[in-house]
């Protein structure tokens, strides 16, 4: 399961996914998991009068689901702030493969 999570994420962030013709059907639930994750995530932090209950109520998931979502972003966006140029590099190895 990881590994093929881990090659539909560096499919994606790569740009290679959105280059092939036709997504391959395992990865369209995964991406749409992913870009909702994302949405609610965004819609919580682009207006800063929403409360996480708000949300909750808007997209009908739990609140510890949320919460969960929350932590996991944050937790990504520390260690990429902490390694950026070694994403960056990754990326970039990623582009040239």
């Not at 992913?34 to 998931?61: A, P, Q």
């Amino acid at each position: 399961m990881a590994d093929r999570t881990d090659k539909m994420l560096r499919d994606y962030f790569s740009g290679r996914l959105k280059l092939m013709a036709e997504v391959e059907p395992r990865y369209k639930q995964d991406m749409a998991d992913i870009t909702f994750c994302l949405s609610v995530i965004k819609r919580h932090y682009s207006d800063k009068f929403i409360t996480w209950e708000e949300v909750v109520s808007e997209v009908g998931k739990s609140y510890s689901q949320l919460r969960t979502w929350r932590n996991d972003f944050k937790t990504l966006l520390n260690v990429m702030t902490q390694h950026g140029d070694e994403f960056i590099k990754l990326r970039h190895e990623a582009l040239q493969a």
